[in-house]
């Protein structure tokens, strides 16, 4: 028996399969596809203090094993996430992580305040790391100084949990887990969208009406290992991994890289049971590698 | 529970320039589908699917006919199957056109391009239900025009190209005045046609189905939005859509 739970800081996992962030709204989508009590967590679609109505179309654009998305954090804001989403996820039974976003620290921290009034919200995601807002998101994910304050001001302001996630659009992606570790992070997620951009040829101007939008898919798993790999030597708190998983076989190379979890992000939309597809698919992976669980694999790719 | 559904191909031809129609089996999708629902299609290497709206159903033949132009490497790629071949799709998806008028009515059904396809659909089953049908294609050129003889077939069918290498040179909205009255009217085809419609056509109830580059294709990565016309935010492409009563989004 194959064992696939890991525990994580207010997280029971069953099994180290989430959807990402962004890429499963609040589940109702895909709750027409299969049961969400499958899942190891959710990761709940950014929340902001006010609803918010994103960019301009076109937001997404496909690129080579990838696509950009400049959405814009669309979302109702937090008193309706509250009201009527967490509500429905919390039906399923599997641990819910809220994304936190915001323009400003005080946004932020009244954000992450807001999640203190359920008890259906296991861990908070600090989103410092969006690239599709011109102000705030990805400016605190890049900046390591301003990261630590975020990180600070919403650990003060939550009972919950805090994993930070980061941007591979930071410089010294090392020096940024360790400012969001001493600022009182529990754990992290990584990574975020890698800025990027497509020029549309029939009309010679960049493709997104955002211009810039965040680069996910399988493109940027390579970028995504060779940062988790990196940090997880570095830091003492677990690590969340995502970009670019498709298949059981992309978990275990996450887990081998220092992840102790893992979310599926971009996978959702070619494959709406990408979720479940990899729960199952995951023991006899292991299995095929040497592992009784996926405890035992995490960090196993780290050489020291 | 949803599922992804297999499509066998049974029939793939050109029939207007860089135009593929697909006859593709599948008993699910073609028992469930309604006029101007879509397929969101998996193309092999590509990470998004593509939507493409249904065409024509065949009930007892248990097939849904799609049509689509190839623009870029996924449409390509989908135009590379073959007859005995499957391809992936989820659907039927997304809401389609109400199929509101009493038989005796009079409906305009206008279409642009690529736009027009699932304007076939629903004429057939207007006409089934008694309706009266005009219909307005326009094409960029000659070689583009598809399905006149199908729409000539379901009522009186003008036909216009951007120039003027068959029927009338201009636009779909050139030929407004010379329909003669309805009581509805149904539009899909590029968005400063769609515009230029419901401007002309402003106080007269219609639909309008629109296209947007998708990224899930049900509802939940808010890739595909449109403003509400009312301001109260977005509407969904892809779940509230693709069709809209004319005056409910912002073109």
New interface residues.
Partial sequence: MTNLSIQLPGLQLKNPIMPAS????FG???S???DLGKLGAVMMKAATGD?R??ND???????A???L?A?GL?NPGIKKILETEVPFLSDYGMPIIANVAGSTPEEYEKVAAAFNETDQVHALELNISCPNVKEGGVQFGTDPVMAAEVTEKVKRASNLPVYVKLSPNAGDIVGMAKAVENAGADGLSMINTITGMQIHLPSKRPLLANQTGGLS??AIKPVAIRMIYEVKQAVNIPIIGMGGITNAEDVLEFLLAGASAVAVG?A??????ACPDIIDALPETLRKYGFHSVQEAVGKGIIS | MKKAEEMQIIKASEIARDTVEMVLRNRYISQHAAPGQFLHIHVEGHTLRRPISIADVNHEEETVTILFKIVGSGTRQLAANRPGMSINALGPNGNGFPVLAQPGKTVLLAGGGIGVPPLYYLGKTLKSNGVKLISILGFQSKVDIFYEKEFSQLGTTFIVTDDGSYGGKGFVTDVLDDTGLFELYYSCGPGPMLQAMTEKLKGKPGYISLEERMGCGVGTCLACVIPASNGDGYKKICKDGPVFHAGEVSL
């Fill in positions: 962004g890429c499963f709204g109702r989508e895909y027409e596809f299969y609803e109505f994103g179309t076109p937001r997404v654009a496909e690129t094993s990838g696509m998305n959405i669309q898919g399988p971009t959702n939309f070619q494959n709406p049971f």
